[in-house]
């Protein structure tokens, strides 16, 4: 398959008239410029897809109903307490239900791919399924028949707070020990070998839900190539509570005691002191940012010009789902950090460099290597995932190419692309779901 774009993005920058030559497998065979048109020649600038590193797909069904005031206010603690609610109300075949609507609207709004963070494992009562990877494979049906990529990552979901406490009524239908997860992620793993659009990766819900003994025998039984993600210091009252059971706050501790590299992904990573930071950007894991779900339950802003100063990484997740829009997080992600320095184009750190591209370059480099997928980047051997802009419209149209990515991230409000492929396959083609 051949596709032609007058102006794509590649690894190097943009360039004219580019012709890719797609492999049966859908990777990118071949890319070549100043090429001929022929084959299918899109009608718009293509740009690399963007992964979603960070999604609780059951999380959508209580967007913006859980924003009145209580009577002695409200934060992250009292916005769980609505989640559990939600939680005991889901059975599987409801479960894909909201995640096959929510993976669908991901690829509308140019997700490519989407890193599922499970831990509705048992059902409602707290019993175990039959099979209990259940509402798992109800997840991965659910991205199969939306058309987008999953990285399935069955969370560990042990304790109630750190330091070993038992969980909550409330929290029983997560209730794993690591023999569970690894059963549960080796029988998805067997089902789905050589699958291009489905990995399944390690996960703990957080220290606060895991023991060091716990999170070690996951790590060490799961395959040492798969992605490995956790919630970490999200909260100042979780780095507290870590700290007081476990002698150092959640990314100090995960350094010490893990080979922390690129396959970690430390999901929000919201509060470390400078040490924290700048050790965790030499490792070469992935910070995931999740700017609208992280305003939403007012848990902080990310340090982000000096984390990539020190040659971080970074990836977006859309994790809560109160908002699907990866443009959203990206704006966001400077947006947060302009009005804490009260300044503008803090992302991009050199003269001239444009701060739409650079977010949009880090994003989509980052949360592929977090989904454990080849992606990410026009370039041949990745993954055909792409998006194809719509420069038809304002304020796109007439936009010269270093334009386009500023004007994509800062100035649409309900920007979506024209089309999205995904593996080589046509997802969307005019803004609409193709068969």
Known sequence: MRIFAREALLPDGWARDVAFELGPDG??????????PGGDVVDGPVVPGMPNLHSHAFQRAMA????????SGDD????????????????PDALRTIAREVYRAMLAAGYTAVAEFHYLHRDPRGAWYADKAETSRALIAAAKDAGIAICLLPALYAHADAGGAPLHARQQRFATTPDDVLEIAGALRRDHAGDPDVVVGACAHSLRAVTPDELRALVAG????????????????EVEAVRAALGAPPVAWLLANYDVGPRWCLVHATHMDDAERDALARTGA?????????ANLGDGVFPLAPYLAAGGRIGIGSDSNVSISAVEELRWLEYGQRLTKRRRIVAASSTGQSCGETLYAHAARGGAQACGIRAGALAVGHRADLLVLDDRAEPLAGAPPEELLDRYVFATNR??????MVGGRWRVRDGNPSP
Request: contains cysteine; charged residues 20%.
């Open 76 to 91: 992250f603690w009292g916005w769980r307490e609505a989640m559990y609610r939600l939680a005991a109300t889901l059975d």
């Open 64 to 71: 913006g109903a859980a924003e009145r005031r209580g009577a």
């Open 27 to 36: 990777t990118i065979a071949d890319v070549q410029r100043g090429a001929p």
């Open 222 to 237: 799961s395959p040492p190539t798969v992605p490995v993600h956790l919630h970490a210091a999200e909260q100042t009252r």
């Open 286 to 294: 992935i910070a995931g940012l999740c700017p609208t779900t992280e």
């Open 415 to 420: 920007a979506a692309p024209r089309h999205v």
